[in-house]
């Protein structure tokens, strides 16, 4: 999907690359962040596209996934137009060198593949500034995910 000197980006369509993004999840969500690990994984894992960046050598840098169809409706309002952006995730030495903005633009492209006309997301309150730098604009009160504070976002594709 996206290519630079130091980093690919693609969708993760064999189990070896869905494991990594198990993986970076886990290192940030649940390590890091504190997220009980029963809650990161859901069912909706399964139907997701899910997206990994990783260095030249194969190492996984990040990962993220779009929900889409009767999985995303939940998320933004039912509205099956709209996909939903979500488990954003770039492991520590990877931040601040693009990997994040790259693969917001790799699930935005798998949401124009699947016909999708807008893309939803819910964002911890300390990301606003990155994902309104990508176009994202802030509707609705703030309100708790697994314990941390969250804003409701969307981006006309």
Request: with cysteine.
């Amino acid at each position: 999907m996206g290519v630079s000197p130091r980093r690919t980006v693609r969708v993760a369509e064999d189990p070896a690359d869905r494991e990594a993004c198990f993986a970076v999840r886990k290192e940030v969500f649940v390590v890091e962040q504190g997220v009980d690990e029963d809650i990161e994984y859901d069912a909706h894992d399964a139907s997701a596209v899910h997206v990994l960046a990783v260095r030249e050598d194969g190492t996984p840098l990040g990962t993220g996934r779009l929900l889409y169809g009767e999985a995303a409706a939940a998320k933004t309002g039912g509205d099956l137009s709209v996909g939903s952006l979500g488990r954003l995730a770039v492991s520590r030495e990877a931040r601040g060198l693009g990997v994040g903005a790259a693969l917001v633009r790799a699930i935005e492209d798998a949401a124009r593949a699947r016909g999708l006309t807008a893309v939803d997301l819910h964002a911890q309150t300390h990301a606003l500034g990155f994902y309104e730098r990508l176009g994202y604009t802030a509707y609705g009160p703030e309100f708790p995910d697994a314990g941390i504070p969250h804003r409701a976002m969307r981006r006309t594709l």
